[in-house]
């Protein structure tokens, strides 16, 4: 598969925009797809390191509660995008993020 034929998430003038307020220009459609693609994939690794703390959080807080009879397995169970979870998920990547003040 070509880079050309590949629709990212991301659409190209989303990052064409993005890209021209910080000053850069891509003349080269196949570059303005390559950024979208990085920057997809950037996005799809912190959620996935956001669903991983979750689990994590769920396991250990349902192994507290082992004795609830009416626990879900594993693929019944459904989870939510939580700020508790994105912070670690960012702070791995470098990224600081911080709650204003009238939310704690």
């Given at each position: 598969?070509q880079l050309?034929?590949?629709n990212?998430?991301?659409?190209?003038?989303?990052?064409?925009?993005?890209?021209?307020t910080?000053?850069?220009?891509?003349?080269?459609?196949?570059?303005?797809?390559?950024?979208?693609?990085?920057?997809?994939?950037?996005?799809?690794?912190?959620?996935?390191?956001?669903?991983?703390?979750?689990?994590?959080?769920s396991?250990?807080?349902?192994?507290?509660h082992?004795?609830?009879?009416?626990?879900?397995?594993?693929?019944?169970?459904?989870?939510?995008?939580t700020?508790?979870?994105?912070?670690?998920?960012?702070?791995?990547?470098?990224?600081?993020v911080?709650?204003?003040?009238?939310?704690?």
């Amino acid at each position: 598969m070509q880079l050309e034929d590949y629709n990212p998430t991301i659409p190209d003038a989303v990052t064409a925009y993005y890209l021209r307020t910080s000053g850069f220009e891509a003349a080269d459609p196949r570059l303005l797809r390559l950024i979208s693609l990085a920057a997809q994939k950037f996005i799809s690794d912190i959620a996935n390191d956001a669903l991983q703390h979750c689990k994590t959080r769920s396991n250990n807080s349902s192994s507290s509660h082992s004795g609830s009879k009416g626990s879900k397995s594993s693929k019944d169970r459904r989870y939510a995008l939580t700020m508790e979870d994105l912070v670690p998920a960012l702070a791995e990547y470098g990224i600081t993020v911080k709650k204003p003040h009238y939310f704690v």
